[in-house]
């Protein structure tokens, strides 16, 4: 007994010193406070009440607020991750999350539901999620195209389909609207493919080994033909132009319409009449706008694993070198945290886009901007890149063939006989259940990357020199420990934002002089400020891990305080003595 007594006396400290994990990926820790299920995808109303319940579980943490509305009344919601305990939201630097811009595009809303559960699940319990949480805003916009997610989700659709908003248009321009969509011929929810069999008349032929798969024959002098053709997606002729599926629901594009190298339908299209047409995103811009202490900027699409920043055309021309390097600084660490992406400008390494979202949040806002692609086929298979035909193959092996609707007859009224078959619409742009939790956390962890890279500033110790005749020197250096500075260079170059402003404050001070040193083994060296040198603007602000060093001359003695103020940054303060 005395000895049973005597060691459950030693493990009492012990046991008293334990403090939960959280539940930060690893298989043997807790479970989480909310579970989630990471292999599925849910639609539109599934996935804000995922949020709501996250809300619910910290209700200090997490707050809703509804920005807008889509064409079709749905909510454009918000949530705000804050600690209101440790600062007001407006004195915070903040990141805004965005997904599912492109209705098919449905991944996104889960990246952003992911980011906000893996924080809140962490926040307490691990010291960089707390720090990150406690520090910083994170403005969570789970859906851009709630009407479009929620089409693809009810309606019968393929993998790029409800692609754009609802709003009728007419895209082939014969007067009528929505008129010749894509129809579910069979009623099976898919919208598939067609073939018709004409032996010796056609362009493919049936591979021997797997009849799914149609292959092109090659150009010959023998003339050798297939002996079938393809149709196009499932569909008829609705409006009688002899066309199929050539004005489908909607066709509008929300990361076309935004006021960065705009240009009209002509020439881009789904941009609609003018940049921010749509209500979607005129709310968008509406809220980023009035909240100048935004300075990141994640915005998830789909698919081909990729980690895209502008400039979106190359008549932008280059962006400035400072944000180049932090550019290239995260991206290239986003390489390593998520295998099979490629770092890339958009316009350079994959298309160009007028009117896109990052290119209007940094050319336009001066934010440090990212678009990720989410998922790559190559993540089925780490060692080589993965072919259209390998396709096959891993839905046979991995998912029991039930990616794909087997071909079969169908009598078309304007096609005769043929087959519909092909993959649905959840293979393809949106991984199989099994790899979604990997591509969620690491595109998550990879904002939380961007996060920690807001900028941070700190003021060193002052020193302060007696000149003579009752005058005296302050010098201080303000530093930020961060990449991302406090004001972008492109932000400092088109004068967007407030500039960063340095004050010294001391009711026994009179401040007689002050600027910038230019050189920190001379202290004379320095650019002084002609007006108020009690408060020193800083128009470019501070850089990637940069400094400044500045010198007041001041006349007296007493308490005073030093504070810089930035929009992107956390307001830093230090007092001092005065001799």
Same mark, same amino acid.
């Given at each position: 007994?005395?000895?049973?007594?005597?060691?459950?006396?030693?493990?009492?400290?012990?046991?008293? *010193?334990?403090?939960?994990?959280?539940?930060?990926?690893?298989?043997?820790?807790?479970?989480?406070?909310?579970?989630?299920?990471?292999?599925?995808?849910?639609?539109?109303?599934?996935?804000?009440?995922?949020?709501?319940?996250?809300?619910?579980?910290?209700?200090?943490?997490?707050?809703?607020?509804?920005?807008?509305?889509?064409?079709?009344?749905?909510?454009?919601?918000?949530?705000?991750?804050?600690?209101?305990?440790?600062?007001?939201?407006?004195?915070?630097?903040?990141?805004?999350?965005?997904?599912?811009?492109?209705?098919?595009?449905?991944?996104?809303?889960?990246?952003?539901?992911?980011?906000?559960?893996?924080?809140?699940?962490?926040?307490?319990?691990?010291?960089?999620?707390?720090?990150?949480?406690?520090?910083?805003?994170?403005?969570?916009?789970?859906?851009?195209?709630?009407?479009?997610?929620?089409?693809?989700?009810?309606?019968?659709?393929?993998?790029?389909?409800?692609?754009?908003?609802?709003?009728?248009?007419?895209?082939?321009?014969?007067?009528?609207?929505?008129?010749?969509?894509?129809?579910?011929?069979?009623?099976?929810?898919?919208?598939?493919?067609?073939?018709?069999?004409?032996?010796?008349?056609?362009?493919?032929?049936?591979?021997?080994?797997?009849?799914?798969?149609?292959?092109?024959?090659?150009?010959?002098?023998?003339?050798?033909?297939?002996?079938?053709?393809?149709?196009?997606?499932?569909?008829?002729?609705?409006?009688?132009?002899?066309?199929?599926?050539?004005?489908?629901?909607?066709?509008?594009?929300?990361?076309?319409?935004?006021?960065?190298?705009?240009?009209?339908?002509?020439?881009?299209?789904?941009?609609?009449?003018?940049?921010?047409?749509?209500?979607?995103?005129?709310?968008?811009? *509406?809220?980023?706008?009035?909240?100048?202490?935004?300075?990141?900027?994640?915005?998830?699409?789909?698919?081909?694993?990729?980690?895209?920043?502008?400039?979106?055309?190359?008549?932008?021309?280059?962006?400035?070198?400072?944000?180049?390097?932090?550019?290239?600084?995260?991206?290239?660490?986003?390489?390593?945290?998520?295998?099979?992406?490629?770092?890339?400008?958009?316009?350079?390494?994959?298309?160009?886009?007028?009117?896109?979202?990052?290119?209007?949040?940094?050319?336009?806002?001066?934010?440090?901007?990212?678009?990720?692609?989410? @998922?790559?086929?190559?993540? $089925?298979?780490?060692?080589?890149?993965?072919?259209?035909?390998?396709?096959?193959?891993?839905?046979?092996?991995?998912?029991?063939?039930?990616?794909?609707?087997? @071909?079969?007859?169908?009598?078309?009224?304007?096609?005769?006989?043929?087959?519909?078959?092909?993959?649905?619409?959840?293979?393809?742009?949106?991984?199989?259940?099994?790899?979604?939790?990997?591509?969620?956390?690491?595109?998550?962890?990879?904002?939380?990357?961007?996060?920690?890279?807001?900028?941070?500033?700190?003021?060193?110790?002052?020193?302060?020199?007696?000149?003579?005749?009752?005058?005296?020197?302050?010098?201080?250096?303000?530093?930020?420990?961060?990449?991302?500075?406090?004001?972008?260079?492109?932000?400092?170059?088109?004068?967007?934002?407030?500039?960063?402003?340095?004050?010294?404050?001391?009711?026994?001070?009179?401040?007689?002089?002050?600027?910038?040193?230019?050189?920190?083994?001379?202290?004379?060296?320095? $650019?002084? $400020?002609?007006?108020?040198?009690?408060?020193?603007?800083?128009?470019?602000?501070?850089?990637?891990?940069?400094?400044?060093?500045?010198? @007041?001359?001041?006349?007296?003695?007493?308490?005073?305080?030093?504070?810089?103020?930035?929009?992107?940054?956390?307001?830093?303060?230090?007092?001092?003595?005065?001799?």
């Amino acid at each position: 007994m005395i000895a049973l007594v005597l060691g459950l006396l030693v493990l009492q400290p012990q046991d008293s *010193r334990k403090s939960p994990e959280g539940f930060p990926g690893l298989a043997a820790g807790r479970a989480p406070r909310v579970e989630i299920a990471w292999n599925r995808l849910y639609d539109i109303d599934a996935l804000y009440a995922h949020f709501d319940r996250l809300a619910a579980e910290w209700p200090e943490l997490l707050t809703k607020q509804v920005i807008g509305h889509s064409i079709e009344n749905r909510e454009m919601r918000v949530y705000t991750l804050a600690n209101p305990y440790s600062g007001a939201e407006a004195d915070k630097p903040a990141m805004w999350v965005d997904g599912n811009v492109h209705g098919n595009e449905v991944q996104g809303g889960e990246a952003v539901l992911y980011l906000a559960w893996y924080l809140l699940e962490n926040h307490g319990t691990n010291a960089r999620a707390t720090e990150l949480v406690d520090g910083t805003v994170f403005y969570l916009l789970p859906s851009v195209n709630p009407d479009g997610r929620a089409h693809w989700f009810q309606g019968a659709h393929n993998a790029h389909s409800s692609r754009t908003g609802v709003q009728p248009l007419d895209d082939d321009h014969d007067g009528l609207f929505d008129e010749d969509a894509p129809d579910d011929l069979d009623g099976d929810g898919n919208i598939v493919m067609m073939r018709k069999y004409l032996p010796g008349e056609g362009d493919f032929r049936l591979n021997p080994d797997d009849p799914r798969v149609m292959e092109r024959v090659p150009p010959n002098d023998k003339g050798i033909r297939g002996d079938w053709i393809t149709l196009g997606q499932e569909g008829l002729d609705n409006d009688g132009d002899g066309r199929v599926n050539e004005d489908e629901v909607g066709g509008y594009d929300m990361n076309r319409a935004w006021p960065a190298l705009w240009y009209p339908e002509h020439v881009q299209g789904g941009a609609g009449p003018y940049p921010l047409y749509w209500p979607e995103t005129r709310s968008i811009a *509406r809220f980023l706008l009035t909240h100048p202490s935004v300075a990141a900027v994640q915005s998830f699409h789909n698919n081909g694993g990729m980690i895209l920043r502008g400039p979106g055309a190359e008549s932008y021309g280059e962006y400035p070198r400072d944000d180049v390097r932090v550019y290239d600084e995260l991206g290239k660490e986003g390489e390593k945290m998520l295998p099979f992406y490629r770092y890339m400008i958009i316009w350079k390494d994959l298309y160009s886009v007028f009117g896109g979202f990052v290119n209007w949040t940094y050319e336009g806002l001066g934010i440090l901007s990212f678009t990720n692609e989410l @998922w790559n086929d190559d993540a $089925q298979d780490p060692e080589k890149k993965i072919e259209p035909r390998d396709r096959y193959f891993f839905d046979d092996k991995l998912l029991l063939g039930a990616g794909f609707v087997d @071909w079969h007859p169908y009598t078309h009224p304007l096609f005769g006989e043929v087959e519909l078959g092909g993959f649905k619409k959840d293979v393809g742009r949106v991984p199989p259940s099994f790899l979604e939790e990997e591509m969620l956390h690491r595109n998550a962890l990879f904002c939380v990357r961007h996060a920690e890279a807001l900028p941070r500033v700190a003021i060193r110790e002052p020193l302060v020199s007696d000149l003579g005749g009752g005058v005296k020197a302050i010098d201080v250096v303000v530093a930020n420990e961060r990449i991302i500075p406090t004001r972008s260079a492109v932000a400092r170059e088109k004068k967007i934002g407030a500039p960063d402003v340095l004050t010294l404050e001391g009711q026994g001070l009179e401040v007689l002089a002050g600027g910038f040193r230019s050189d920190r083994f001379r202290p004379t060296e320095i $650019q002084l $400020q002609e007006h108020e040198p009690a408060r020193l603007l800083c128009e470019g602000g501070l850089g990637s891990r940069g400094e400044l060093r500045v010198r @007041w001359i001041v006349r007296g003695s007493g308490a005073a305080t030093i504070r810089y103020r930035a929009e992107k940054a956390r307001d830093a303060e230090r007092t001092l003595s005065v001799p």
